[in-house]
C-alpha cells in the first residue's frame, strides 16, 4: 500500500488538489483572480464576511459576481491548494467564471435571493454539468450525473454560481469501519483549519475536520466560499460544523429534497446548509425548503414563508430548554456526564447565557430507553480496517443504514449517474478489490456487510430495527423527554445528541459555543491547539423556524465564533 505521503503527490492531479480540467483552466483563473481580487476583497472582506453581507454587497453594487468568485477562487488556490493544503474543494466548476459573468449585471432579490453568490456543494450532491458528482470514490472518479439534484437546482434558480465540489469522507462514511472523517479515496484527507499539521502515527489528523460534510464546514470555516452545502444521515453536519466552528441547520427528514443526492439511509438522509452566521442558514433554508414530487417525504413539508422573519435577539426569552444532565442520576447522566471537562466548561457557560438571555431551564436526563435503543437495532460486522486500532473486533452499525444503503445507492447509480461503467454497489466493491492498493486504505467492511442484504428492504430484521428506532429515539425519547418537562428544545454538546434527533427525523440547529482542545492521551505531552465546540438547539419535526430563532438569540449573546488562525486576507 501506498505511503501517505506517496498518495498525496501521485492523487493531487485528480483530487482535492488541482484536476487535470482545472490545471487547464488555472492560467485563465489567476489572471482573472489578478485583476478581480483587489476589487473584492477591498470592497468586502470576502475571508470572514457572511452570506448575509455578501448579498448586500452585491445588491449595492460595492462588487460583482465575478469579482467575488475570483476573490474565493484565489483564497481557494492559496488556503487549499497552496499553503496549509486544507484540501476541502474536491474539484473547481470550470464554468464558475462564466456563470458569475452573467449575473454581474443582476442582485440579489426576492425572486433571486442568491443572485451572483459563490457557493459550493458536498461532492454527493448532483450536478447534470461538466463537474462529476463521485462520493469520493475512486470507482466513481468519471462519473457525472443525468441532471442537477433538487437542492442544485433551486439553488441554481435563486440565482447561486456553483462555485465547485467540497470533499466529503467517502461515501458519506458508510464504507469502511473507522475511516478519519474528511477522508476519501479520491479527495485524500481534508484538514481541520485549526490545526493543520498534527497527525498520528498512522498520518491521520489528529483533530479531524469532522464527517463527512468534512469540505464543505472547512470551506466555509477558511473562506474559500460563501456557504456550503452539505447532506447528514446522523451527525454529518452537525459534526464538522462543531469541528470548524460554523453553523448548520440539519433538517426535519422530509423539509429539503433527497433526489439526486448519493444516499446512505432513505429514512435519515437529509442536505442542510453550512454557514458563518444562524441568520445566513436561514437564508438558504427558505431557498431549499420545498416540496419534491421526486422525494415523497416532501409532501409532508411544513414551514413558515420566511425563516429569517422569526429571528431576533430576545427570542430565548420565557423559552422553557431542557439540558440531558441530572446530577442526581448520574447512571443516567449520558449526554453530558462523561464530557471531557474543557467540554464540560463550554456548555457550562453557554447554559449560563441561555438563562441570562432569559430561558427556563430544565434540567432532566433523558429516558434511558430514548438513548440506549430498542432491542436488534445494529448488527455485527467485524472489523478488518488495517489501521485500525481495533482491528479484529466487532463493529455495530445501525441495521437501518446497511440494509437502506445497498437499496437507495442501487437506485441512485440507475437512474442518476452517467459516464461511469459502475451501475451498482457490487460494481464498486468489484473496483475497489481490484485497486486495493488505492482504493482500499482504511477497507470496505460496511459495503461487503450491506451487499450481503438482499437489497429489497423485504426483511424481517430491517423492518424491526426501523420499528426499534422510531419507538426508542422517538416515541420513549424526544418525544416523551419533551412532552413530559413541556420544553420548547432540547441542548446538546456538539455532535452529542445527532442519533437520537436522526433516527427521529427530527430538526438540529447548531451554532459555535466555545472551543476546546489540550493533551492528547499516548502523545508524550503534545497538546491539540484550541479547535470549535458548538452548542446544538433539537426540536420536534418542523420546529426549525423555533429552533432558528433560539440559536439566533444565543448567537447573539455569546458572539462566541472565532475564524481559524493563518487564514487572513489576501
Same mark, same amino acid.
Request: hydrophobic share 40%; glycine share 10%; net charge positive.
Given at each position: 500500500?501506498?505511503?501517505?505521503?506517496?498518495?498525496?503527490?501521485?492523487?493531487?492531479?485528480?483530487?482535492?488538489?488541482?484536476?487535470?480540467?482545472?490545471?487547464?483552466?488555472?492560467?485563465?483563473?489567476?489572471?482573472?483572480?489578478?485583476?478581480?481580487?483587489?476589487?473584492?476583497?477591498?470592497?468586502?472582506?470576502?475571508?470572514?464576511?457572511?452570506?448575509?453581507?455578501?448579498?448586500?454587497?452585491?445588491?449595492?453594487?460595492?462588487?460583482?459576481?465575478?469579482?467575488?468568485?475570483?476573490?474565493?477562487?484565489?483564497?481557494?488556490?492559496?488556503?487549499?491548494?497552496?499553503?496549509?493544503?486544507?484540501?476541502?474543494?474536491?474539484?473547481?466548476?470550470?464554468?464558475?467564471?462564466?456563470?458569475?459573468?452573467?449575473?454581474?449585471?443582476?442582485?440579489?432579490?426576492?425572486?433571486?435571493?442568491?443572485?451572483?453568490?459563490?457557493?459550493?456543494?458536498?461532492?454527493?450532491?448532483?450536478?447534470?454539468?461538466?463537474?462529476?458528482?463521485?462520493?469520493?470514490?475512486?470507482?466513481?472518479?468519471?462519473?457525472?450525473?443525468?441532471?442537477?439534484?433538487?437542492?442544485?437546482?433551486?439553488?441554481?434558480?435563486?440565482?447561486?454560481?456553483?462555485?465547485?465540489?467540497?470533499?466529503?469522507?467517502?461515501?458519506?462514511?458508510?464504507?469502511?469501519?473507522?475511516?478519519?472523517?474528511?477522508?476519501?479515496?479520491?479527495?485524500g484527507q481534508v484538514k481541520n483549519p485549526y490545526s493543520t499539521s498534527l497527525l498520528d502515527d498512522r498520518g491521520i489528523p489528529l483533530?479531524?475536520?469532522?464527517?463527512?460534510?468534512?469540505?464543505?464546514?472547512?470551506?466555509?470555516?477558511?473562506?474559500?466560499?460563501?456557504?456550503?452545502?452539505?447532506?447528514?444521515?446522523?451527525?454529518?453536519? &452537525?459534526?464538522? !460544523?462543531?469541528?470548524?466552528? %460554523?453553523?448548520?441547520?440539519? /433538517? @426535519?427528514? *422530509?423539509? +429539503?429534497?433527497?433526489? #439526486?443526492?448519493?444516499?446512505?439511509?432513505?429514512?435519515?438522509?437529509?442536505?442542510?446548509?453550512?454557514?458563518?452566521?444562524?441568520?445566513?442558514?436561514?437564508?438558504?433554508?427558505?431557498?431549499?425548503?420545498?416540496?419534491?414530487?421526486?422525494?415523497?417525504?416532501?409532501?409532508?413539508?411544513?414551514?413558515?414563508?420566511?425563516?429569517?422573519?422569526?429571528?431576533?435577539?430576545?427570542?430565548?426569552?420565557?423559552?422553557?430548554?431542557?439540558?440531558?444532565?441530572?446530577?442526581?442520576?448520574?447512571?443516567?447522566?449520558?449526554?453530558?456526564?462523561?464530557?471531557?471537562?474543557?467540554?464540560?466548561?463550554?456548555?457550562?457557560?453557554?447554559?449560563?447565557? &441561555?438563562?441570562? !438571555?432569559?430561558?427556563?431551564? %430544565?434540567?432532566?436526563?433523558? /429516558? @434511558?430507553? *430514548?438513548? +440506549?435503543?430498542?432491542? #436488534?437495532?445494529?448488527?455485527?460486522?467485524?472489523?478488518?480496517?488495517?489501521?485500525?486500532?481495533?482491528?479484529?473486533?466487532?463493529?455495530?452499525?445501525?441495521?437501518?443504514?446497511?440494509?437502506?444503503?445497498?437499496?437507495?445507492?442501487?437506485?441512485?447509480?440507475?437512474?442518476?449517474?452517467?459516464?461511469?461503467?459502475?451501475?451498482?454497489?457490487?460494481?464498486?466493491?468489484?473496483?475497489?478489490?481490484?485497486?486495493?492498493?488505492?482504493?482500499?486504505?482504511?477497507?470496505?467492511?460496511?459495503?461487503?456487510?450491506?451487499?450481503?442484504?438482499?437489497?429489497?428492504?423485504?426483511?424481517?430484521?430491517?423492518?424491526?430495527?426501523?420499528?426499534?428506532? &422510531?419507538?426508542? !429515539?422517538?416515541?420513549?425519547?424526544l418525544d416523551a423527554y419533551m412532552t413530559q418537562h413541556k420544553l420548547d428544545a432540547v441542548v446538546f454538546s456538539g455532535t452529542a445528541?445527532?442519533?437520537?434527533?436522526?433516527?427521529?427525523?427530527?430538526?438540529?440547529?447548531?451554532?459555535?459555543?466555545?472551543?476546546?482542545?489540550?493533551?492528547?492521551?499516548?502523545?508524550?505531552?503534545?497538546?491539540?491547539?484550541?479547535?470549535?465546540?458548538?452548542?446544538?438547539?433539537?426540536?420536534?419535526?418542523?420546529?426549525?423556524?423555533?429552533?432558528?430563532?433560539?440559536?439566533?438569540?444565543?448567537?447573539?449573546?455569546?458572539?462566541?465564533?472565532?475564524?481559524?488562525?493563518?487564514?487572513?486576507?489576501?
Amino acid at each position: 500500500m501506498a505511503k501517505p505521503a506517496q498518495r498525496k503527490q501521485t492523487t493531487r492531479a485528480r483530487r482535492g488538489g488541482l484536476t487535470r480540467r482545472d490545471l487547464a483552466l488555472l492560467p485563465v483563473v489567476i489572471g482573472a483572480v489578478a485583476s478581480g481580487r483587489a476589487e473584492a476583497e477591498g470592497s468586502l472582506a470576502v475571508e470572514n464576511a457572511s452570506l448575509a453581507d455578501v448579498a448586500q454587497a452585491l445588491s449595492a453594487g460595492k462588487i460583482t459576481a465575478s469579482s467575488l468568485a475570483r476573490a474565493y477562487l484565489a483564497r481557494i488556490e492559496a488556503y487549499d491548494r497552496a499553503g496549509p493544503g486544507l484540501n476541502a474543494v474536491r474539484e473547481i466548476n470550470p464554468d464558475a467564471l462564466s456563470l458569475a459573468g452573467r449575473l454581474d449585471g443582476a442582485k440579489p432579490s426576492a425572486r433571486q435571493p442568491l443572485a451572483g453568490v459563490p457557493i459550493l456543494v458536498k461532492d454527493n450532491i448532483a450536478t447534470g454539468d461538466k463537474q462529476h458528482t463521485t462520493a469520493g470514490s475512486l470507482a466513481l472518479e468519471s462519473a457525472r450525473a443525468r441532471d442537477d439534484a433538487t437542492v442544485v437546482k433551486r439553488l441554481r434558480a435563486a440565482g447561486a454560481v456553483i462555485l465547485g465540489k467540497a470533499n466529503l469522507t467517502e461515501f458519506a462514511n458508510i464504507i469502511a469501519i473507522e475511516m478519519p472523517s474528511g477522508y476519501s479515496s479520491l479527495g485524500g484527507q481534508v484538514k481541520n483549519p485549526y490545526s493543520t499539521s498534527l497527525l498520528d502515527d498512522r498520518g491521520i489528523p489528529l483533530v479531524l475536520p469532522g464527517g463527512s460534510s468534512a469540505g464543505s464546514a472547512v470551506a466555509v470555516a477558511a473562506g474559500l466560499c460563501a456557504a456550503a452545502i452539505g447532506t447528514e444521515t446522523s451527525g454529518s453536519l &452537525l459534526s464538522p !460544523a462543531t469541528q470548524n466552528g %460554523v453553523v448548520t441547520v440539519k /433538517p @426535519t427528514v *422530509g423539509l +429539503i429534497s433527497r433526489a #439526486g443526492i448519493l444516499p446512505i439511509s432513505h429514512s435519515q438522509d437529509t442536505a442542510g446548509p453550512l454557514t458563518r452566521t444562524v441568520r445566513d442558514a436561514a437564508i438558504l433554508l427558505n431557498v431549499l425548503a420545498a416540496r419534491d414530487p421526486l422525494d415523497p417525504a416532501t409532501q409532508h413539508l411544513q414551514r413558515p414563508n420566511d425563516y429569517t422573519a422569526g429571528l431576533d435577539k430576545d427570542g430565548l426569552k420565557g423559552a422553557r430548554i431542557g439540558v440531558p444532565s441530572d446530577p442526581d442520576d448520574p447512571l443516567n447522566d449520558f449526554y453530558m456526564g462523561k464530557l471531557p471537562e474543557r467540554s464540560k466548561a463550554v456548555m457550562a457557560k453557554a447554559i449560563e447565557a &441561555l438563562q441570562d !438571555a432569559g430561558a427556563t431551564i %430544565v434540567r432532566a436526563n433523558i /429516558p @434511558t430507553a *430514548g438513548w +440506549i435503543g430498542g432491542p #436488534g437495532t445494529t448488527m455485527g460486522v467485524l472489523n478488518r480496517n488495517p489501521l485500525s486500532k481495533r482491528k479484529g473486533e466487532p463493529a455495530t452499525p445501525p441495521i437501518v443504514f446497511l440494509y437502506e444503503l445497498k437499496h437507495d445507492l442501487n437506485l441512485y447509480l440507475r437512474d442518476w449517474a452517467v459516464g461511469t461503467k459502475i451501475k451498482t454497489m457490487a460494481d464498486i466493491i468489484a473496483f475497489n478489490q481490484a485497486n486495493a492498493d488505492k482504493a482500499l486504505r482504511f477497507g470496505q467492511d460496511l459495503f461487503l456487510a450491506a451487499q450481503a442484504t438482499r437489497g429489497d428492504l423485504s426483511e424481517l430484521e430491517y423492518k424491526s430495527a426501523r420499528a426499534m428506532d &422510531l419507538q426508542s !429515539a422517538k416515541e420513549r425519547g424526544l418525544d416523551a423527554y419533551m412532552t413530559q418537562h413541556k420544553l420548547d428544545a432540547v441542548v446538546f454538546s456538539g455532535t452529542a445528541g445527532a442519533s437520537i434527533a436522526a433516527k427521529a427525523g427530527y430538526p438540529s440547529v447548531q451554532v459555535p459555543a466555545g472551543f476546546i482542545g489540550g493533551p492528547i492521551d499516548g502523545m508524550g505531552g503534545k497538546e491539540t491547539p484550541d479547535f470549535p465546540l458548538g452548542l446544538t438547539f433539537a426540536g420536534r419535526a418542523w420546529s426549525e423556524a423555533k429552533l432558528l430563532r433560539l440559536a439566533y438569540a444565543y448567537e447573539q449573546a455569546s458572539d462566541a465564533r472565532r475564524p481559524p488562525p493563518g487564514l487572513p486576507a489576501l
